[in-house]
């Protein structure tokens, strides 16, 4: 079992820059493929990136990929996803999720995912 914290969300003016943060308890992190995910009010869970157990595979969404980076850092049992050039849009609770094995077929699916956190608000304001 692995429990999964997420940090880094707040309010931040369109330009600019977070980074997100997803924090893992459990010695057997490097296992788990981790994904975040994001859901506006009224709006379903959406994917936005994905890196897999080792981190040399990553997958990001079209609407985020030339302005995110997902990364991992096994020895801490972090993954991060760094966001630039946020927009209005991208205002949405994040959360990160995490299964244990590869899956890279299905990584971008959040019904890939057996462990969520409960989310990081990001505001981005006009």
């Known amino acids: 079992q692995v429990q999964l914290v997420e940090s880094g969300g707040g309010l931040v003016q369109a330009g600019g820059s977070l980074r997100l943060s997803c924090a893992a308890s459990?010695?057997?992190?490097?296992?788990?493929?981790v994904g975040w995910f994001r859901q506006a009010p009224g709006k379903e869970r959406e994917f936005v990136a994905a890196?897999?157990?080792?981190?040399?595979?990553?997958n990001y969404a079209d609407s985020v990929k030339d302005r995110c980076t997902i990364s991992r850092d096994n020895a801490k049992n972090v993954v991060d996803l760094q966001m630039n050039s946020l927009i209005p849009e991208d205002t949405a609770v994040y959360y990160c999720?995490?299964?244990?094995?590869?899956?890279?077929?299905?990584?971008?699916?959040?019904?890939?995912?057996?462990?969520w956190g409960q989310g990081t608000q990001v505001a981005v304001s006009a």
């Open positions: 459990g010695r057997t992190f490097s296992s788990y493929s």
């Open positions: 890196i897999n157990r080792s981190g040399g595979f990553t």
């Open positions: 999720a995490a299964r244990s094995g590869d899956g890279l077929v299905n990584i971008a699916s959040r019904f890939f995912y057996a462990h």
